[in-house]
């Protein structure tokens, strides 16, 4: 046996002795096998490729459109937020202003009717002195008039005492419209 694969050695080392022959079988079989094997997975390879490329842009085109929506939503967004602001603005600068108005309304209504209580004050004591005065000149003239009907120098006397009450209340009347005039 050992003879037999000898001699079968020696007929494939015949066979490839010649180096263009070895060429020739070495390019035919790896023809065979590139052609066989190595090509369709380099073809199934780049078609995947091709496909994983495809998809990518896609999704590249898809997330720029995406992107562009969302830059306008955030614009669009962007420009509601600042009218609000605007209008919250706006609306606390309007609400400050009726409030000052409203506060001022107010603040005068107070003087005004502060002034018209000082006023009618001051007209109540200025008729009460006036009503004093004639009721003490009425009153003096009371007590004094039976004794001034039988005394003619005491009836004098009487008589310019209340000639001199009449002038008091005229005096005060004189001064109640410059103090009336002051008032206003």
């Known amino acids: 046996m050992l003879l037999a694969e000898l001699s079968l050695y020696e007929n494939l080392k015949n066979v490839f002795e010649n ?20 090509a369709p997975i380099l073809t199934e390879n780049a078609d995947k490729t091709k496909l994983i490329i495809t998809d990518a842009k896609r999704a590249n085109q898809e997330a720029s459109l995406n992107l562009d929506e969302q830059k306008q939503k955030f614009a669009k967004l962007d420009a509601s937020v600042n009218q609000i602001i605007s209008e919250a603005q706006d609306l606390a600068n309007e609400l400050i202003k009726q409030s000052q108005l409203e506060t001022q309304t ?6 005004e009717h ?17 009503q004093a005065v004639v009721e003490s000149a009425f009153q003096t003239v009371s007590e004094n008039l039976p004794n001034l009907l039988g005394d003619e120098l005491v009836r004098k006397k009487q008589v310019d005492l209340f000639i001199q009450d009449l002038q008091k209340l005229k005096q005060i009347e004189e001064f109640t419209p410059s103090l009336e005039s002051q008032l206003n």
Do not use: H
């Open 19 to 38: 180096n263009f022959i070895n060429w020739v079988v070495l390019i035919i079989g790896l023809y065979f096998i590139w052609n066989k094997y190595i």
């Open 106 to 111: 107010k603040i005068s209504q107070i003087q």
């Open 114 to 130: 502060t002034a018209n209580l000082v006023l009618d004050t001051k007209k109540n004591f200025i008729n009460e002195v006036r």
